[in-house]
């Protein structure tokens, strides 16, 4: 593997190099997204380059320059440390390493959808959901919000925007009978759900061996096989293609569906679809699309899928390569 490497597949290589319970506890300190992130990136660098490696574990010494000596506590990560990058180099970096900052109360809700959340917190007393509310995300606080009884809403709204500080002990208590609420439910709050079709279509996506694992699925679910692969390549991957399998796919495309698919294409996706096409075609499609109008989603949709179909068939048979996991050819 070559190029520039992101945030997360940095962590990915260091948290690769530790052993697997220190390496489970350093993902035990990260945050839900965090997690995620380096989950999807340890896919992307399992082909990595030695020199690569050894460029990371430099960064990684460089950026812990100046931050504050670890205490007397610190013979545990001295020792992670060492396995990981060889005792000359932990030393180097133990000398510019602070002890870890305390958890973020509630964090432990970072793991659950906001409907959950909402479901967790609907029985609880305003004043506690308000609390929790403040140390959430604005985003997620106000998702669990709208999950909530509309009759509860206003009185929240109120509660947040006239909330006075809360003792550290009330909020710890709060935090750990939420902990105990969670640990208490029999079946999983609001249904929630882990993996699923979708995330394992996002899973099968990043995967090398993405048709190997779909046609296993196919001999044991047929059906569900095929909501997954449909799930393989969206009309947005568009965007992802070479010109030239645009073109590709242009001439294989019906132009009546692909001006129907287009009504629902970004500024960004149309504009390459124009530019893989002669400018009379292009002007034409463009008149097309003008003389429309409004249609229906579904409509759109269905077109849509027609194209992403022919793409995959395209892919299938090799004439085009899908985008996806470095060096998978589907």
């Known amino acids: ?21 220190q390496a489970a506890d350093m993902l035990r ?85 906001a409907g959950t959340i909402a479901a967790l917190l609907a029985d609880e007393h305003p004043q506690a959901v308000a609390v929790v509310l403040a140390h959430l995300p604005e985003t997620v606080a106000a998702a669990v919000l709208d999950g909530l009884p509309e009759a509860m809403q206003g009185d929240l709204v109120l509660r947040l925007a006239t909330l006075k500080p809360v003792a550290p002990a009330v909020i710890a208590g709060l935090e750990a009978d939420l902990d105990a609420k969670l640990l208490a439910q029999d079946q999983p709050v609001n249904n929630a759900s882990l993996a699923g079709p979708g995330f394992t279509a996002r899973m099968v996506k990043l995967s090398a061996n993405k048709k190997g694992l779909l046609a296993a699925l196919a001999e044991m679910d047929e059906t569900l096989a095929g ?14 293609l070479s010109l030239k399998d645009v073109q590709l796919v242009l001439r294989e495309a019906d132009p009546q569906g692909l001006a ?3 009504k629902g294409a970004d500024a960004e996706l149309r504009a390459l679809i124009f530019s893989a096409m002669s400018s009379r075609a292009a002007t034409q499609l463009q008149d097309d699309l003008a003389e429309r109008g409004p249609m229906k989603r579904a409509e759109v949709e269905a077109a849509q899928a027609e194209i992403c179909g022919l793409v995959r068939r395209l892919g299938d048979s090799g004439a085009l390569m899908l985008p996806g996991a470095v060096g998978a050819y589907v």
Do not use: N
């Open 1 to 21: 593997m070559t190029g520039v490497l992101s945030g997360a597949q940095k962590c990915a290589i260091l948290v690769l190099l530790l052993e697997e319970p």
């Open 29 to 113: 300190r990260m945050d839900a997204a965090e997690v995620r992130a380096v989950g999807e990136a340890m896919l992307s660098v399992a082909e990595i380059e030695p020199a690569a490696i050894d460029a990371v574990l430099g960064e990684f010494i460089e950026r812990t320059r100046g931050v504050s000596a670890l205490d007397s506590q610190g013979r545990q990560v001295r020792a992670v440390l060492s396995r990981a990058l060889g005792t000359p180099r932990a030393e180097r970096v133990i000398d510019h390493i602070g002890p870890p900052a305390a958890a973020r109360r509630f964090a432990g809700l970072d793991w659950l959808d």
């Open 227 to 240: 909501e997954i692969a449909a799930q393989q390549f969206v009309f947005g991957d568009m965007i992802l």
């Open 260 to 262: 129907a698919a287009l």
